[in-house]
């Protein structure tokens, strides 16, 4: 029997918890052709959430979705808005391939096999065409099903557009949505100050969405699910919670080991087993990270992980034998590679499991 935890995955309908507030939202948003960012700390379930309300809304509203963590160019945006496109009309082949054709003039649709599902499904190919030939026909042809249809295009990690340097890709979807009707543009992301720059006061996305922090799952929801599957008493549930800062993925990867030891009463001695079992899992992969760093960023590290706060204290200075001005200099390159983030005159580890290791590493 397949976990009901889902911490590795999307989690299945049925696996779907909590979140009733934030659905409600994402559903009026739709409703009413407004447009949403959705932004949080990484592994919160954004992406689980924005794909179970797409769901619910597929009967009247054709549903984009596309993920862009791994685009490296403005081309490479164009295609995965494209792909998300053709993905979002169901029906036989030959019906869905004429519907397309008949929306996209420049760009051809030709059916393909899967190579994780091994099924049938349709690919765009535009290798001949230009960023600006795909990315206007993908607007002319949601503007024409518009007419007809309500439609929802989210696009997960979209602070990646700010890594794109030859285009401004921000400044080229203002000057559609503003012009869109019966479209709702929903903006996934974690990179708190690449989204920042895209939505800020003089950027061009400035107004153009609501914006939404995407709080942890409220303690009750998560009782109400898990002691469906477990026998486990409140006190434990806040402990597993405060265990993983209310950071969903932690959160149901301590669930998930419980739920394989269901036999054993859970107690916090096997709570803390499970997350010790967790740790130990990555422990390789974060002293790999851990060794690209230079001392002053090995420092560095271990000062916010332990500290949070009044990092700059002097005799948190004195203790670890660093200046201000390199831990400062540290700080900010961790920061730059996303390793720390900040949160007004806190700093944080964004991933909870590392920052759990690290606290357990020595302070010298």
């Known amino acids: 029997m397949q976990s009901p935890f889902a911490h590795d995955r999307l989690p299945r309908v049925e696996e779907f918890y909590g979140r009733s507030r934030e659905l409600s939202r994402i559903n009026q948003a739709i409703h009413h052709s407004t447009n949403l960012l959705i932004h949080s700390k990484r592994r919160m379930g954004k992406s689980a959430l924005i794909r179970h309300a797409l769901a619910q809304q597929a009967n009247d509203t054709l549903c984009l979705y596309a993920d862009i963590f791994h685009i490296t160019s403005k081309e490479g945006f164009a295609q995965a808005l494209l792909d998300a496109l053709a993905s979002a009309h169901k029906g036989d082949l030959k019906s869905t391939i004429k ?28 290798a001949t065409l230009s960023f600006e030939e795909m990315l206007a026909d993908f607007m002319a042809g949601i503007e024409t099903i518009a007419q007809q249809q309500r439609i929802a295009v989210a696009i997960d990690e979209f602070q990646q557009i700010a890594t794109i340097g030859d285009v401004r890709l921000d400044a080229l979807l203002r000057s559609h949505i503003q012009q869109h009707h019966n479209i709702t543009w929903i903006f996934l992301g974690s990179k708190r100050h690449l989204l920042t720059s895209l939505f800020e006061y003089s950027a061009p996305l400035y107004e153009m969405a609501t914006h939404f922090e995407l709080p942890p799952l409220c303690l009750d929801e998560i009782e109400a699910y898990a002691t469906r599957h477990l026998n486990i008493e409140r006190a434990q549930i806040e402990h597993v919670y405060t265990l993983a800062d209310g950071e969903t993925k932690l959160l149901q990867n301590i669930l998930h080991l419980l739920y394989l030891e269901r036999e054993h009463p859970v107690t916090p001695e096997s709570i803390d087993r499970a997350l010790d079992e967790i740790i130990a899992s990555k422990d390789t992969s974060y002293r790999m990270l851990f060794d690209t760093l230079s001392q002053n960023q090995k420092t560095a590290l271990k000062i916010v992980g332990k500290q949070k706060r009044a990092v700059y204290n002097a005799s948190i200075l004195q203790e670890h034998h660093i200046k201000k001005q390199t831990l400062q200099s540290a700080i900010d390159a961790l920061l730059g590679r996303e390793i720390l983030d900040r949160d007004g005159d806190r700093y944080f580890l964004p991933d909870r499991t590392l920052e759990l290791w690290v606290e357990r590493l020595s302070p010298v």
């Not at 030709?110 to 535009?126: F, G, K, N, S, W």
């Open 99 to 126: 519907k397309l054709t008949s929306l996209l003039k420049r760009v051809r649709v030709e059916p393909a096999i899967d190579p994780h599902t091994l099924e049938y499904t349709i690919r765009p190919v535009v």
